[in-house]
Structures are given as C-alpha cells and as structure tokens.
C-alpha cells in the first residue's frame, strides 16, 4: 500500500485540467477530466475554492490568479529556465526577434523560457504554452534527441492535425522531419502551425551530450526568407544554445 494522498492527486489531477481550451468546468466536467466520481470532484472543487484557487459561478467554476503560483514556484525554482532566461534575453536582442526554450512534455513543446519582441502583432506564443511536438521545430528537435523506443511510441500514436495548408500530416513525412532534424541539428517549419509564422530551433545538450532542451526563434514570413535564417539566425541561435548547454 503506497502512502500517497489520493485527494491531492485527485485535486491536481482537476487543476490539470484546465486550459485555454477549457476555461471553466462543473463538477460533471470535472469529474470526466480527472477520471473521478462527481462526489470527489466537487469536494476537491470546493476545496480549491475555499483555498483561493477557484472562484464559482453558478454551475461553473474557474481558476484565479492565484493559480498562477504554482506555475511561478517552478519558473523560479527550476534550473533551466532559470538559467535560459538571460540567454534568451541576449539572443533576442541581438536578432531583434522573439526567442524561446522549450522541453518535451506529454507530445507537446512546453515553453519554460521566452523573450518577447515588443510589436503591434506578436507571434501568439507565451511562455508556459504548449505545442505539438510533431509540427514544431522545437518539437522536432526534442524528439530527435530522445532515445529511439521512446521516440517511436511518440510518433506511432501521434495524430496530426491540419492546421494550415503546409501542415505535414503524414507519420512518414514526420518522422522524415524529425531524422533531419537529428542529422543536421536543427529544425525549420515554415507555416506549419500557423500562415504567415515561420520558426528555426536548435537543441540544447548539456555537458554529457543529451539533448535536454530546445532552443528557438519565431518570426512572421515577411521579416525573413529560409535563406536568412540559415545565414544569420541558426548561427545565433547555435551560439547561445551552446552557452546555455554549458551550464547545465
């Protein structure tokens, strides 16, 4: 018999469950998600309603800004992104466009580090956002340095969904993109995920050679051609990646 709190794992299997794309949720909602009767749903969503974390609305209940605390204990505590914050900071400023650090997480690219160009119109990623691994060039590049078996088990499962008109959504071309990315080391997507986003990584490998992270640029179509990035961004980016590796 373990001694692990089912009530905490049954409350952070809920806060898990909300997302951009579900906002808000009843106890039905919540149960479902968290894969737990509606009697322990409510209880664990009145728990956290009680502890400031949910606030309710009638039916309905939604997570406030303290939520957001748990998510800071890890931005500050965490080593990486950490560390990746002043490199990222630099790698901006010397390329003019935003640049990221991203990790394998679940099939997505989760974003630990960002530094954000300030336009009119920014690039839709935030720090903290996830993405699918199989159409990113963070994705790519972090699949590519994860051992085989596990990379396999990625991609016979993936499903890939078409967003614009040069999504790849075939496990051959995928899987195709993501040896390219292993040989070459690094990856390039060009409107994939988004029209008019273009985006380059390159891993980050700590002293012992395993790729522990990826770090990226992304940028609108109309700032720069695939040429220009291979001429000046990829160079860039190879520098502080390798800066970033050596203090891991």
Same mark, same amino acid.
């Given at each position: ?7 905490? $794992? ?10 951009? %794309? ?15 009767s509606?009697? $322990?749903?409510?209880? !664990? ?6 502890? *400031?974390?949910?606030?309710q ?14 998510? %800071? ?16 900071d ?17 099939g997505?690219?989760l ?17 903290? $956002? ?8 963070? *994705? ?16 016979? *499962? !993936? ?21 390219? $990315?292993?040989?070459?080391?690094? =990856?390039?997507?060009?409107? %994939? ?16 050679g395993?790729?522990? =992270? ?15 990035m ?15 590796g050596?203090?891991?």
């Open positions: 018999m373990t001694e692990g709190m089912g009530g905490l $794992a049954k409350g952070l299997a809920i806060i898990e469950a909300f997302s951009t %794309e579900r906002t808000r949720m009843t106890v039905t909602d919540a149960a479902r998600a968290a894969g737990i509606p009697a $322990a749903a409510r209880r !664990c969503l009145l728990t956290l309603t009680e502890l *400031g974390y949910l606030v609305q009638n039916r309905y209940f939604r997570p406030t800004p303290r939520m957001m605390r748990l998510a %800071e204990a890890y931005l500050d505590a965490a080593t990486l992104p950490t560390l990746a914050q002043p490199i990222v630099a790698g901006r400023d010397e390329l003019g466009e935003s640049v990221s650090v991203a990790v394998y997480d679940e997505t690219s974003f630990v580090a960002r530094a954000e160009v300030h336009r009119l119109v920014n690039t839709g990623v935030r720090l903290g $956002a996830r993405l699918p691994a199989y159409a990113t060039a963070t *994705g790519r590049v972090l699949l590519a340095g994860m051992p085989d078996e596990a990379r396999e088990t990625y991609l016979a *499962g !993936c499903v890939p969904l078409r967003t614009t008109a040069n999504t790849l959504t075939t496990l051959a071309e995928i899987r195709d993109r993501v040896d390219r $990315a292993g040989r070459e080391g690094y =990856a390039v997507t060009d409107e %994939e995920l988004e029209p008019g986003m273009r985006s380059m990584a390159v891993p980050v490998t700590d002293a012992t395993r790729v522990q =992270a990826a770090m990226s640029v992304g940028l609108f179509t109309a700032r720069a051609t695939l040429t220009d291979h001429t000046r961004h990829l160079p860039a980016l190879r520098r502080h990646a390798a800066t970033l050596r203090m891991l």
